[in-house]
């Protein structure tokens, strides 16, 4: 079984990412989820009306076809093998308003280079899973530096298996202080946490369901 300290994120998907990861998300399958995934992103989008969206951790694009009403998208992931797959897909999806792709190597892998409060909407679709635990709170520091309205999440419903580098955080206790959790359940072995950036005069007050957001 592999330890915390044999996983080093950025070469286990530099390896695993491109081709072999866009075929797994196309494959039969995975259809089930993409289509939860899909109805969850049309009502919430089509309720917030953002003007500029982040995929963040992108990989292969497979999330691409959900934006494409969205006028300003960014797709940042730190492995170059997902970043070519994915840029390929973002032609194919929207060639006339191309996706702005970011592939980054930093020193940190919790650092995002975004300006702040630049964003609408935060996308994390199946990444946080795979995020160190001694790492995803400075990660969630980035994103709300960088987020000026929601947080988007779809994990796994409780799930751990660190031989598969997957890890079951506590997002209650993470998104404290940071983001106010607005929705948060489960469907299809998945979960799905919509969460309001806190504005730092209105930090810890409760915010209202899904249902009685409006658009910022």
């Known amino acids: 079984m592999h330890t915390d300290i044999e996983y080093d994120p950025d070469n286990y998907w530099e390896t695993r990412?491109?081709?072999?990861?866009?075929?797994?998300?196309?494959?039969?399958?995975?259809?089930i989820y993409r289509g939860a995934q899909a109805a969850f992103f049309e009502e919430l989008l089509g309720r917030l009306q953002?003007?500029?969206?982040?995929?963040?951790?992108?990989?292969?694009?497979?999330?691409?076809?959900?934006?494409?009403?969205?006028?300003?998208?960014?797709?940042?992931?730190?492995?170059?093998?997902?970043?070519?797959?994915?840029?390929?897909?973002?032609?194919?999806?929207?060639?006339?308003?191309?996706?702005?792709?970011?592939?980054?190597?930093?020193?940190?892998?919790?650092?995002?280079?975004?300006?702040?409060?630049?964003?609408?909407?935060?996308?994390?679709?199946?990444?946080?899973?795979?995020v160190l635990p001694t790492e995803l709170p400075a990660l969630l520091d980035e994103l709300n530096r960088i987020c000026r309205g929601h947080l988007a999440i779809i994990t796994a419903a409780p799930f751990e298996n660190r031989a598969a580098h997957c890890f079951n955080h506590d997002y209650q206790a993470l998104l404290k202080g940071r983001f106010d959790i607005v929705d948060d359940y489960n469907l299809h072995k998945q979960r799905y946490i919509v969460a309001r950036k806190l504005p730092l005069t209105t930090r810890g007050e409760q915010t209202a369901p899904l249902a009685d957001l409006i658009t910022q």
């Open 50 to 130: 953002p003007q500029r969206l982040l995929d963040f951790g992108c990989g292969s694009g497979k999330s691409f076809p959900l934006w494409c009403d969205v006028p300003e998208v960014h797709g940042y992931d730190r492995a170059r093998s997902q970043i070519e797959v994915a840029r390929a897909e973002m032609l194919r999806i929207r060639p006339e308003r191309p996706y702005n792709l970011m592939h980054c190597l930093t020193d940190s892998r919790t650092e995002v280079p975004y300006d702040d409060d630049y964003f609408d909407v935060v996308a994390a679709v199946e990444v946080f899973l795979h």
């Open 17 to 31: 990412g491109g081709p072999s990861y866009k075929a797994y998300t196309e494959s039969r399958d995975y259809q």
